[in-house]
């Protein structure tokens, strides 16, 4: 079935370096593909909508000039924790859809931790 | 997208039947139902989804309330890798409908005993 891979899985990072965490659709092309954060005990909540070749869409809330996303394949979305704090510490999940139809189901990473000391 | 309503919790007995309960009394016509489940630590897994009809799949069965006002999930028999949260979410797909992305409520923890 359709795997959507995250790296890292894990990454402890001090407080003001930049972090960047990578999406890949193995075997398939997404156009699309999404950004959630999750903090402990906590539903996911939607960061962004990565859109390839096109500037991503962001939520209500998330500043898309700390959280840079980047699609600049079918198969690749980067998100990158620009001077990140502890605040950011989080779990950060992304996933994609495999067909365009609007009903089909989304396949989600693995997830990365972050940690940020 | 129209909210849904899960219970916080929910225990069951390994290899029994499990019933976990969705509301979402707002539901529009070209809603479509989604269930996904997250295990610790990981990412939501993809379970089932339906428009109006009860589905079947090897995971799990999705039964439509004939309003469309309530959805129940059943795992036929429990395991105890099926303790995970379970996430009901709608999905709007017609014309016009929002987008394609998902937004995930609070969920339903499920415990599974042994």
């Known amino acids: 079935g359709a795997v959507v891979s995250q790296h890292p899985s894990w990454v402890i990072c001090k407080s003001g370096t930049s972090v960047k965490i990578e999406c890949r659709s193995l075997?398939?092309?997404?156009?699309?593909m999404f950004w959630y954060r999750q903090f402990p005990k906590q539903s996911l909540m939607l960061m962004a909508t990565s859109n390839e070749g096109s500037k991503a869409t962001y939520e209500q809330g998330v500043e898309k000039d700390k959280f840079l996303i980047n699609h600049a394949s079918l198969t690749l979305s980067t998100l990158t924790v620009t001077s990140a704090h502890p605040e950011d510490s989080s779990f950060y999940i992304c996933?994609?859809?495999?067909?365009?139809?609007?009903?089909?189901?989304?396949?989600f990473g693995n997830g990365t931790r972050l940690t940020v000391t | 997208d129209a909210k849904t309503t899960q219970p916080n919790s929910m225990e069951s007995n390994e290899e029994e039947p499990v019933h976990l309960p969705c509301n979402h009394s707002t539901i529009s016509g070209t809603d479509y139902i989604h269930w996904y489940r997250q295990l610790p630590s990981q990412g939501p897994e993809y379970v089932i989804h339906g428009l109006t009809s009860n589905v079947n799949n090897r995971m799990a069965s999705l039964a439509i309330a004939e309003d469309r006002k309530s959805s129940t999930l059943i795992l036929h028999r429990a395991t105890l890798r099926d303790a995970a949260v379970y996430y009901c979410i709608l999905r709007d797909v017609g014309y016009g409908g929002a987008t394609n992305k998902l937004i995930f409520g609070t969920g339903t923890l499920l415990a599974v005993q042994p």
């Open positions: 075997d398939f092309q997404a156009t699309t």
């Open positions: 996933s994609a859809r495999e067909y365009s139809l609007d009903n089909s189901p989304l396949h």
